[in-house]
């Protein structure tokens, strides 16, 4: 079965820094796109970043680049976000989850991880 | 950025009822467009892909059609476990967006 696990959020100040992280199991991680969803408190799905197979390409949200960065490795078939200067604004589950190239989907999700950013 | 715009943003339902939700894309998508259900405090599953194929394990009472900019996601007769919100999103482009959400509600 094809599963994805997050974790690594928390309660951050504003301006400050995190960094979550995901495991992939069931399935050839280093063959696919990956991706970082998030959803504020009762608000809609949001797209954050993907990143290719083999790192060669890498897309953000505009409202994060600069800020976020998004990386794997491959040999611990792991996913992360690196969430530096973090606003107010950021704080929602960050869900992780396997597609994003052109043409593909989202399948499966992991059960999501909560950024919270307050003072 | 295409801009993917839900209709409606809530509906109410009886079970057995035939519910269906629009979404339009601001610019083509091809085919390129899935569609997601999401129950209250859990993750976002994926029901449908490439407008109208159906992921494996997802009931046949749904159903998409569409393509261009003109979506559609069919239930053909609600059940009470389908009470959820449910999000289309196109993978045609960067970045890759989310419709609003409709929120599907018991009548």
């Known amino acids: 079965e094809e599963q994805v696990v997050e974790s690594g959020g928390g309660l951050v100040q504003p301006g400050g820094s995190l960094r979550l992280s995901c495991v992939a199991s069931?399935?050839?991680?280093?063959?696919?796109?990956m991706t970082w969803v998030r959803q504020a408190p009762g608000k809609g799905l949001e797209w954050v970043a993907s990143?290719?197979?083999?790192?060669?390409?890498?897309y953000y949200v505009d409202s994060v680049r600069g800020r976020f960065t998004i990386s794997r490795d491959n040999a611990k078939n792991s996913l992360y976000l690196q969430m530096n200067s973090l606003r107010a604004e950021d704080t929602a589950v960050y869900y992780c989850?396997?597609?994003?190239?052109?043409?593909?989907?989202?399948?499966?999700w992991g059960q999501g991880t909560l950024v919270i950013v307050s003072s | 950025d295409i801009q993917m715009t839900q209709s409606p943003s809530s509906l109410s339902a009886s079970v057995g009822d035939r519910v269906t939700i629009t979404c339009r894309a601001s610019?083509?998508?091809?085919?390129?467009l899935n569609w997601y259900q999401q129950k209250q405090g859990k993750a976002p599953k994926l029901l449908i892909y490439?407008?109208?194929t159906l992921q494996s394990g997802v009931p046949s009472r749904f159903s998409g059609s569409g393509s261009g900019t003109d979506f559609t996601l069919t239930i053909s007769s609600l059940q009470p476990e389908d009470f959820a919100s449910y999000y289309c999103?196109?993978?045609?482009?960067?970045?890759?967006?989310f419709g609003q959400g409709t929120k599907v509600e018991i009548k």
């Open positions: 069931g399935f050839t991680f280093n063959t696919y796109t």
């Open positions: 490439a407008a109208s």
């Open positions: 990143m290719k197979e083999d790192g060669s390409d890498i």
């Open positions: 989850t396997k597609g994003g190239a052109a043409g593909g989907r989202f399948h499966p």
């Open positions: 999103q196109q993978s045609f482009s960067i970045p890759r967006t």
């Open positions: 610019q083509t998508i091809n085919s390129y």
